[in-house]
């Protein structure tokens, strides 16, 4: 009788023993799951805050270049952001104009771009510099043109309307006629701003295959908009069908790729 209550006890010491070893490794499951969640939410803030100082730093650098572009002292105002270049890619025309002084200004898309450059070649006294302007749209460039008078900077602004055409060599729509209009010009600065994008696949990449004979020996080429997957892919394509062109891109604002020769 005795044994027989000693092996109930044992058995039901075992019994608890196991039910309690049970839920020690149920338990341990959960606090090993709690911890490894609290571990990935702690990354995933981490990286969140990393995102924001990175956003608050680009933003803040912008608003710095918006407001040194208002040193140029316009009397009218140009836009930046949207359709218009960045006050990343307004600063960097303006650096390199005062560091290159280009001859010869190719602009693709007329617009704030436009005013920028005009306005910076007044006051660096560049009056000689050629500054040829291209939009397809004779709305878009009459504005600029009218920005450009209320600015008091239209004058050394050459303004042309070329209606986009197809160019058989490229298979493209772009620029019509402007070629020929070019005369015996070598551009130093081109900047390529237009066509608009959504227009066709790689819209812009005409530029620098048609343009190849009117560009000087040393020149340089920027490309907005270089954010975009596409834009990337036509400035890896002009520099591996052009081996003599360095590239670089920066990602700021609406992103820039700059040939160099
Ligand atoms: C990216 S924009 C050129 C911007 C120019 N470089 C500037 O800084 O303002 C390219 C073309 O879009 C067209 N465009 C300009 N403003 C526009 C608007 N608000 N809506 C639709 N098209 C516009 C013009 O024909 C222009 O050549």
Redesign the pocket.
């Known amino acids: 009788m005795t044994y027989s209550l000693l092996a109930v006890a044992l058995a039901l010491s075992l019994l608890i023993l196991a039910i309690l070893t049970a839920i020690a490794f149920k338990l341990r499951g959960w606090f090993w799951n709690i911890h490894t969640d609290i571990a990935s939410l702690h990354r995933a803030l981490e990286a969140s805050k990393e995102e924001v100082r990175a956003r608050i730093a680009a933003a803040t650098l912008e608003i710095i270049n918006a407001n040194s572009l208002n040193q140029l002292g316009q009397t009218f105002p140009v836009f930046l952001g ?4 960045d006050a990343f890619l307004g600063r960097w025309l303006i650096q390199h104009l005062v560091e290159e002084r280009p001859k010869c200004i190719l ?8 005013v920028l450059i005009a306005r910076s070649l007044q006051l660096l006294g560049e009056a000689d510099t050629a500054h040829i302007v291209v ?3 004779v ?3 009459g504005i ?1 043109r009218d920005i450009s008078q209320l600015n008091g900077v239209a004058d050394n602004v050459e303004f042309l309307h070329c209606p986009l055409e197809n160019y058989a060599s490229v298979d493209k729509l772009w620029y019509g006629g402007l070629i020929e209009r070019l005369g015996a010009h070598k551009i130093d600065l081109l ?1 390529i ?4 994008g959504p227009l066709q696949p790689m819209s812009r990449y005409p530029a620098l295959p048609l343009l190849m004979e009117h560009l000087a020996e040393h020149c340089t080429i920027v490309l ?2 270089a954010v975009r997957e596409e834009e990337q892919e036509i400035a890896r394509r002009w520099i591996n069908e052009n081996p003599g062109f360095e590239l670089t891109v920066s990602f700021d604002g609406h992103g820039l790729a700059i040939l160099k020769r």
């Not at 949207?82 to 270049?85: A, Y």
């Not at 701003?193 to 608009?196: A, E, I, K, L, S």
């Open positions: 949207g359709w218009s270049v602009e693709l898309g007329s617009g704030s771009s436009t939009d397809h749209e709305k878009y460039l600029t900047i701003d237009g066509p608009p907005d908009d």
